[in-house]
């Protein structure tokens, strides 16, 4: 059975091509000078630069960590380009302007552009390489007063709002590859949500690395004020190179009373190929803060992408009554390598969070969950219950689980829970004799198996995410 | 005895302090035995002591235990058999009784049942001891099983023959008597194939003040073996104990082991399990009852390196006063180790506001057919169930106190000495009334 199930998981990277555009790179290499340089391309008020600079000056004191159950060769930071734009002549004002080459990449990866285009009801924003290209429904969302833009668009427009809460979740000397973000970030999105406002229709962000020896570091805000809710999709791709791109990006969500903020990601970044050569390094940080009483942060992923992920969407739960959910389904191929999971941080009364976590490792993969659950002491009838379950296909691949819980209140009640399998003989028998292919009970095992997760994606992701699934696990089989 | 002040971060010179009394060891006629001691020396020239920088240590911060300075224990005194009789197990008949770490031979007895247990001098000649002892419980990158290999002197042999079942039970007593002492107990077992045994390993303290006890066992499986192996540690309430213990299991035999931690201010307890063949099962259980300022730290690692192992563990704590917990379980299924079958548990009962646990329960798998389970919880007495036992007329402190005893006793219950199990039953019982 192995040997038909490793014909299964080895697929083409369908998003792996380059849009051959005229693009605005800046020479490799970080200093100060590179930060001015950043800051002065995007016309950007004095604050913010001294926020990179500092940013800077506490990175360059820091050290990479090792702690992840990740290995690579050390990243040689000054052989990055911290900035690459496609060359663009003045601010656009409608999609019809975007270049066409540009449109086309993204008709190439169904996202929609065009306002009218077939997946009407989402807004998004397009991120390539550097910059933000494009931000769809502007417009209609400004009638409910919901501000959805590019993050270098808020600092000219709406900068108290962006100086409040920038690093107000993620603090700048968070981690190594914060203080790099916070230096060196170039865009990213920025949603506002006012008091009392249910967003619309659902925000999405895409993001597309295209330059070769470019790193992207993006940066996404999103404060949903009281008795706000909004739901945010992310998706990525990048083309194939055989060199190895950074992507060390850092979203921040903050919500205050009874808001809920929902944020959905498909990451499919490229992997590398078959003998793990190339890829994205995804060193993300993510954390949302609720602060608010009842207020409600939710993260899904859907990791299937990137050579290595270090990735940890975390929730602060400061508000009494809040809520944090973490929901994820990690996918790993070849010699890629995922250390991802969740901290909940229990700090108001009566916090509530549940993680769901399944891993799915294939070929030489090495696949972790590591998870904090903390219950402070003043987190009194703190509630977490977490389950991670993994699964192995194929005797080459790792599944690691490293559940941290720290408990200092004796009110609270954690529970935690794991579990390892693996596509049994049994159940591929069961589904032959009922005449369904290897191919197709694979991957109906498979949706079995993330179905707790993909239930909490939104329609059209979950869509996304079952076929790319499908399509990472599908081939031909002898 | 004055104790020396050590500032905390020159933990070398602390640790040279503790090598102070070092050369003075008798050379032993054996040269493995010398060069054995002399690596471990060396060895602890290179390491430092962990601080909770280190990730093996993130929860359990040991500078209390630099601060202080500890000097080898001097003569041991004179202890009368009438002095420590309440500890004696009645189902064993063999009993090596270590004081401050030293042999006492006069309050040591051997049954002539067929299993060597003996004193390190007296035994030392057998070939079978160079080639287990010091190899099962390494101390290259482990600085207190350094220091224990460094001043390895006396220490417990057992040798149980081949296809011999033994007949009763063997304790091993130590017993801490000097205040500001280190002792350095060992032990090595070695159950030859087919071989049966029961080793019970219990450490007691005559007073009160604070010592260092830093204790490692070694237990060495031949095929087919069968080991049970309970360890009490009901040390004195100011005393530090670390202790190492490696367990290496050979093609189908069979460990199972209880580890009861009731004392000692700071202890910590790291326990290794290598299953070398294929068939192997193992059952490793624990109990932590701690309270006031205690801290508990058990650190297990059971490392399936071949197929067809079987491991499964229950891990509880039962945290009073302001104590602190700690459990890291770590569960490595090696590549090839396919047919893996491993559960592991650990439960936490929290009996006051300032109490508090950090529990890891840890897979690492790279083999694909295998079945591995672990859960956690962290929680207070479920208040129906104490509302229940009311309901019966019980008053709240008697519900409470039945429900935690009932949680301890799952383990308790699993020891196979009737008069220890029963012992300990009282002590749970008793701890538990004491508590609020």
């Known amino acids: 059975m192995s040997a038909a199930l490793q014909n299964l998981v080895n697929q ?21 000078q590179t930060i001015r340089l950043i800051s002065a391309k995007k016309n950007e008020p004095e604050w913010l630069l001294e926020f990179r600079l500092n940013a800077y000056r506490s990175w360059l004191k820091m050290e990479e960590p090792k702690w992840a159950n990740v290995k690579h060769p050390r990243i040689d930071f000054q052989a990055i380009s911290y900035y690459a734009a496609p060359k663009q002549k003045a601010k656009l004002k409608s999609m019809d302007e975007v270049d066409p080459e540009l449109l086309r990449t993204f008709e190439k990866l169904g996202v929609p552009m065009h306002e009218r285009a077939a997946l009407a009801g989402v807004a998004v924003d397009v991120i390539f390489d550097s910059v933000s290209v494009a931000t769809t429904y502007k417009h209609k969302l400004a009638e409910v007063g919901i501000i959805f833009c590019s993050i270098s668009e808020a600092v000219q427009h709406y900068p108290e709002l962006v100086q409040k809460y920038l690093g107000s979740v993620v603090p700048v000397g968070d981690n190594f590859y914060t203080a790099l973000n916070s230096a060196v970030f170039t865009d990213g999105s920025f949603c506002f949500i006012p008091k009392g406002v249910k967003c619309p229709m659902d925000l999405s962000t895409y993001f597309r690395i295209n330059t070769q020896d470019s790193g992207q570091f993006e940066r996404t805000l999103i404060i949903a004020e009281e008795g706000a809710s909004v739901s945010y999709l992310e998706g990525c791709t990048a083309p194939k190179f055989d060199t190895n791109q950074l992507h060390a990006a850092v979203v921040e969500l903050i919500a205050l009373d009874n808001a809920d903020i929902k944020y959905s ?44 992920t270090w990735k940890y969407p975390s929730c602060v739960l400061l508000g009494e009554n809040s809520v944090g959910e973490f929901y994820s389904v990690a996918l790993t191929n070849h010699h890629q390598q995922a250390d991802t999971g969740t901290k909940m941080i229990h700090i108001g009364k009566n916090t509530r969070s549940t993680i769901v976590s399944k891993g799915i490792s294939a070929g030489h993969s090495s696949n972790s969950y590591r998870g904090l659950v903390k219950v402070t002491p003043a987190a009194a009838g703190a509630r977490n219950y977490s ?50 292919g290897a191919e197709a009970a694979v991957s109906m095992i498979i949706n079995g198996f993330c179905k707790d997760v993909f239930q909490q994606l939104p329609l059209e992701f979950a869509v996304e995410a079952t076929n790319l699934l499908s399509f990472k696990l599908e081939g031909s089989i002898g | 005895m004055n104790t020396v002040r050590v500032p905390a971060t020159i933990a070398e010179g602390y640790l040279e302090s503790l090598l102070a009394g070092q050369p003075r060891l008798p050379a032993s006629p054996l040269a493995w035995l010398n060069k054995l001691r002399a690596d471990a020396v060396d060895r602890v020239g290179v390491l430092t002591v962990p601080t909770l920088r280190d990730e093996e240590w993130r929860f359990t911060d040991i500078s209390p235990l630099t601060k202080l300075s500890f000097h080898p224990a001097s003569e041991p005194a004179r202890l009368h058999p009438a002095d420590i009789e309440r500890f004696y197990i009645e189902e064993a008949n063999t009993r090596l009784v270590f004081v401050d770490g030293v042999y006492a031979p006069q309050l040591s007895s051997v049954a002539a049942d067929g299993v060597v247990v003996a004193n390190l001098g007296a035994a030392a000649t057998d070939r079978a001891i160079a080639a287990h002892l010091g190899q099962h419980a390494t101390f290259h990158d482990n600085v207190f099983a350094a220091l224990n290999t460094a001043f390895l002197h006396d220490a417990a042999l057992i040798m149980v023959p081949h296809n011999m079942t033994a007949g009763a039970p063997v304790h091993l007593l130590f017993i801490a008597t000097q205040r500001e002492a280190a002792s350095y107990p060992r032990c090595l077992l070695l159950a030859e194939s087919g ?94 009852l701690i309270a006031n300022n205690q801290l508990a730290d058990t650190h297990t690692c059971i490392d399936h390196a071949q197929p067809h192992g079987v491991s499964r563990q229950q891990h509880k704590c039962i945290v009073g006063g302001s104590a602190h917990a700690v459990f890291n379980g770590k569960i490595m299924v090696r590549p090839g180790a396919q047919r893996t079958d491993s559960s592991q548990a650990s439960h936490n009962l929290l009996l006051s506001g300032s109490a508090h646990v950090d529990t890891k329960p840890q897979l690492e798998i790279f083999a694909d057919d295998v079945k591995c389970t672990h859960g956690a919880t962290v929680g207070q007495l479920d208040s129906e169930e104490v509302f229940y036992l009311r309901s019966r007329g019980l008053s709240e402190s008697a519900a409470r106190n039945m429900l935690t005893y009932a949680f ?9 000495v009737a008069s220890l ?13 004491i508590q609020p």
């Open chain 1, 387 to 436: 389950q991670c379950d993994s699964m192995l296909i194929g005797d080459q691949c790792s599944a690691n689980t490293f559940p941290y819980i720290q408990v200092r209140n004796n009110s609270a009640v954690v529970e935690h829970e794991a579990s390892t399998s693996k596509i049994g003989e049994d159940q591929l028998f069961y589904f032959a004799q009922r005449g369904i």
């Open chain 2, 408 to 416: 301890g006793a799952e383990i308790i219950e699993r020891i196979p």
């Open chain 1, 12 to 32: 083409p990277y369908k998003h792996g091509f380059v849009t051959d555009i005229e693009s605005d790179v800046a020479p490799k290499g970080l200093s100060e």
């Open chain 2, 421 to 433: 199990r029963h012992r300990l039953a009282q002590t749970v019982l008793q701890q538990t009334t």
């Open chain 2, 195 to 288: 071989s049966a045994v029961t080793l019970i390993e219990d450490y007691v303290a005559l007073q009160e003040a604070a010592y260092f006890t830093n204790a490692v066992t070694e237990i060495a499986l031949a095929d087919n073996a069968r080991v049970d192996h309970i360890r009490v540690q009901r040390e004195g309430a100011q005393a530090f104990h670390i202790a190492n213990c490696a367990v290496s299991l050979a093609r189908a035999s069979r460990y199972h082991s209880v580890s009861v931690a009731l004392g000692a201010r700071i202890s910590r307890y790291d326990l290794n399990v290598l299953q070398t063949a294929e068939g192997t099962q193992c059952t490793v259980d624990g109990l932590a």
């Open chain 1, 265 to 308: 990601t498909v990451q499919n970044w490229y992997a590398g190929d078959e003998n793990g050569v190339g890829g994205i390094y995804n060193f993300v940080t993510k954390r949302g803060l609720a602060k608010g009483v009842n207020s409600r942060i939710s993260w899904t992923q859907v990791e299937t992408g990137s050579a290595i």
